[in-house]
Structure formats: structure tokens, C-alpha cells
């Protein structure tokens, strides 16, 4: 197969622990080959989406861990599969590149996950469609009832809708300190809808990254530790990533939601779930990749090389 994998810039990869690189490297060990664009290098004009993308050559050196075979303007319709692996923010740009994949897609491409079911299932909100595994939530922007919900569960988390790796992550303890800055800020005075969640105690066991795969469940997750005073797990917010095996609750959320977000074109799905509670649903780049196939022996990146080639 042909692989067009939509990222960030390749030299900014943290191959160690990269999760689209996983899925290169195990794409280019089964002999497929593979090519890179930004979604900036995407283009529309008259019936045709087309990129300029790289060919590239994984060299097995850590240091320069590719090399350019070759560089050219091609039709996304030319691939046999097209990975939108883009980190967010969620912001316009990022809208419009899913617009433009639907126009390819619509000309014949494959493209992994469907831009539609992106741009359908924000990563916060998406949870209110499987209210049953959720704890007490509120998206508002009326800083009076963000004010109310604080009041009525004491101890809550406030983030934003667009926000990754943990960024403006807020706790508000029963004592309410600073609580009408936080509003302020995440919701910039009336002007940003803000995510209030009841604070989940099992934080502390850690924040569990959940993959689903082509509907199917992998049978490990990623629960990522808070560190010292912090009550954010994401690694990136400095978050220690321990592999372990699914709880039953974790099992029961995940068969719960595969099949109807695989239904939906979303082939790799990562769910957060903090104790017994869904707190997000990851639909534009998940990862945890290589930290749960290093620490347990599962190869995550051949399962999901699998359902993209059944997929195609």
C-alpha cells in the first residue's frame, strides 16, 4: 500500500515515544510505503484535493530517522490510505483541513479517521452521548452556574474544550480559592464555553488511555500517574505512564463505545477514563502506542497496521 500520513513536521517527532512513527515504522516492516504532508500543504482546485508530500525511507537511526526518496504534488485520491494524524488545537485551520478531506473523499480517497466523525465528536463534548459512564458534568458559559456547580460538588476540575496534553487544567478544592479567576480566564469573561467535572479521587491511580481499534478493544491500558502536588496525568504534563490490563469497568466502556464509533469511521479511538469514569473521547491523534507495547509485550501499532489493511 501507498500511506499518506497528515502530521505535524516530521523533524519535531520524539521517535522514542511518537505513536505516528510506531505506525510507520510497522507500515514500512510490512513493505508499504510511505509519505508525509502538513495539512498547510494541502490543496483544492476544480474536482481535485492534492498534497505535496514526501516519500519517505525510515533509516533505523535515532539520530536522522528518515531520509526523502522524493518530493512531488500528488492526488490524495493516488493513496491507498490517508492518516489524519494531526495534533490539535482544534482551531479553523484545523476545520478547514477536514472540509478538504471530505472533497478528496468524495473523489474516492480513504481517509482514516473520517474527517466528518472528527469534526463530529469533539474530544470534551463527545462524552454527553454516553451519559451513563460519566460523571456529573457541566459545559457553560454563564460563569454563574460554573459558580453553582463548584457550590454543589465542592471539589471540581475546569478546563477548556480545545485544550491537549493537560493545558489549562484547573482544580477548585472545597475552599473555592481563586475559583472566579480560573472562570475568568478559561472562559474569557462570558466569551469561551468551560468544561466543570466533579473531581474523580481515582486520579491519583492514574488517567487510563483506553485505544479502540477498528470497533476492537486493545486488552492494555495506558494509566498516566500525576506527579508530586499535580492533579493532571497527561505525560505531557510531566504524567508517569504505567501499562496495565483493562478493568472490568474500563472493558465495559470500551466494548460500550468501539463498534458504534468504528461504525461512524473512526478507526482509532482513545478513551480517558479516570476510575469507573469516561472523562474523553481522542478522535484526532491518539497515542500511548509505544509505552503499552513496550511495557506489555502487545504490538499496538501491528494491530492497528491490521485494521487499516482490512479497513482498505
Given at each position: 500500500m501507498q500511506i499518506l500520513f497528515i502530521a505535524d513536521p516530521l523533524d519535531q517527532f520524539k521517535i522514542y515515544k511518537d505513536t505516528t512513527f510506531s505506525m510507520m515504522r510497522e507500515g514500512a516492516r510490512r513493505g508499504h510505503r510511505i509519505f508525509a504532508c502538513e495539512p498547510h500543504e494541502m490543496a483544492w482546485q476544480g474536482a481535485t484535493v492534492d498534497a505535496r508530500v514526501k516519500e519517505i525511507r525510515?533509516?533505523?537511526?535515532?539520530?536522522?530517522w528518515y531520509e526523502v526518496v522524493d518530493t512531488r504534488v500528488v492526488a490524495l485520491t493516488e493513496f491507498d490510505a490517508v492518516l489524519m494524524r494531526k495534533d490539535p488545537p482544534f482551531d479553523m485551520e484545523y476545520i478547514n483541513a477536514t472540509w478538504l478531506l471530505e472533497i478528496a473523499e468524495r473523489a474516492g480517497a480513504r481517509v482514516f479517521n473520517k474527517?466528518?466523525?472528527i469534526r463530529d465528536h469533539s474530544e470534551k463534548l463527545a462524552i454527553a452521548e454516553f451519559g451513563q459512564f460519566v460523571a456529573p458534568t457541566l459545559v457553560t458559559r454563564d460563569a454563574a452556574r460554573l459558580r453553582a456547580f463548584h457550590?454543589?460538588?465542592g471539589d471540581v476540575i475546569y478546563k477548556p474544550l480545545d485544550g491537549m496534553g493537560g493545558t489549562g487544567v484547573f482544580r477548585i478544592g472545597p475552599d473555592g480559592r481563586n475559583l472566579g479567576s480560573v472562570i475568568e480566564m478559561l472562559g474569557e469573561n462570558g466569551a469561551r464555553s468551560v468544561m466543570a467535572q466533579r473531581f474523580i479521587p481515582d486520579i491519583k491511580l492514574g488517567d487510563k488511555r483506553v485505544l479502540v481499534i477498528g470497533?476492537?478493544?486493545?486488552?492494555?491500558?495506558?494509566?498516566?500517574?500525576p506527579q508530586g502536588n499535580e492533579v493532571r496525568g497527561n505525560l505531557a504534563a510531566g504524567g508517569l505512564g504505567e501499562a496495565r490490563d483493562l478493568s472490568a469497568r474500563d472493558r465495559q466502556i470500551a466494548q460500550a463505545l468501539g463498534p458504534i464509533l468504528w461504525e461512524r469511521g473512526l478507526l482509532l479511538v482513545g478513551l480517558d477514563v479516570i476510575g469507573d469514569y469516561l472523562t474523553e473521547v481522542n478522535v484526532t491523534s491518539p497515542t500511548c502506542f509505544q509505552e503499552?507495547?513496550?511495557?506489555t509485550g502487545f504490538d499496538v501499532p501491528k494491530m492497528f497496521i491490521d485494521a487499516l489493511e482490512l479497513a482498505v
Open positions: 525510515l533509516t533505523g537511526d535515532a539520530g536522522v474527517p466528518s466523525a457550590a454543589e460538588h470497533g476492537k478493544v486493545v486488552p492494555h491500558s495506558l494509566a498516566r500517574i503499552i507495547t513496550e511495557q
